[in-house]
T-cell receptor, first 114, second 113 residues
């Protein structure tokens, strides 16, 4: 069974630009969550989608947004990039949006903002 | 506010030298505590879920235990391939039906042959 797939693996963008990251969940998984990982802050929750609806959102500015499609694939978008947005962005999927359905992570997209 | 603290930040062991990693948590009603392993350049890999105090789970050389305030990940006779960062995360009542986890900063384990 294929795992969570994230594309692209690496991205280099310039401050002020926008970026879109893509995530394909494990087949059959309907919940997709996004996390930002940095050396200083660790893993921080961005948002989660279940059946195309945003179920929860973390404490990030409105420049961070996402969406989920009918096939459960998800995208996240960051507009007006800042240097501090440089991070590893991780997508995770689970069978359902529930505490007894563990998250399975992809290998992330490494975003560098210059 | 839900919070997770892991210790130590880094741990160096000789192959075969058993030890434990600690995860202390503060959460308004624990729904689940999760352990993940993360290798460099990869995403976290799910290891265990614990739900209630007294619960234990095992997988190969790893054993996770849970109390009302902390969890331990015991590593018995580790091998170099156990070298990784181990992450602890909790899910509280307020987000029990979502994908929101609160992660600790992790413990980076190095096992030398």
């Amino acid at each position: 069974k294929a795992g969570v797939t994230q594309t692209p693996r690496y991205l280099i963008k310039t401050r002020g630009q926008q970026v879109t990251l893509s995530c394909s969940p494990i087949s059959g998984h309907r919940s997709v969550s996004w996390y930002q990982q940095t050396p200083g802050q660790g893993l921080q929750f961005l948002f989660e989608y279940f059946s195309e609806t945003q179920r929860n959102k973390g404490n990030f500015p409105g420049r961070f947004s996402g969406r989920q499609f009918s096939n459960s694939r998800s995208e996240m978008n960051v507009s007006t990039l800042e240097l501090g947005d440089s991070a590893l962005y991780l997508c995770a999927s689970s069978l359902e949006a529930s505490y007894n359905s563990p998250l399975h992570f992809g290998n992330g997209t490494r975003l560098t903002v210059t | 506010e839900d919070q997770v603290t892991q210790s130590p930040e880094a741990l160096r062991l000789q192959e075969g030298e058993s030890s434990s990693l600690n995860c202390s948590y503060t959460v308004s009603g624990l729904r689940g505590l999760f352990w993940y392993r993360q290798d460099p350049g990869k995403g976290p890999e799910f290891l265990f879920t614990l739900y209630s105090a007294g619960e234990e789970k095992e997988k190969e050389r790893l054993k996770a235990t849970l109390t009302k305030k902390e969890s331990f990940l015991h590593i018995t006779a580790p091998k170099p391939e156990d070298s990784a960062t181990y992450l602890c995360a909790v899910q509280g009542l307020s987000s029990s039906n979502t994908g929101k986890l609160i992660f600790g900063q992790g413990t980076t384990l190095q096992v030398k042959p």
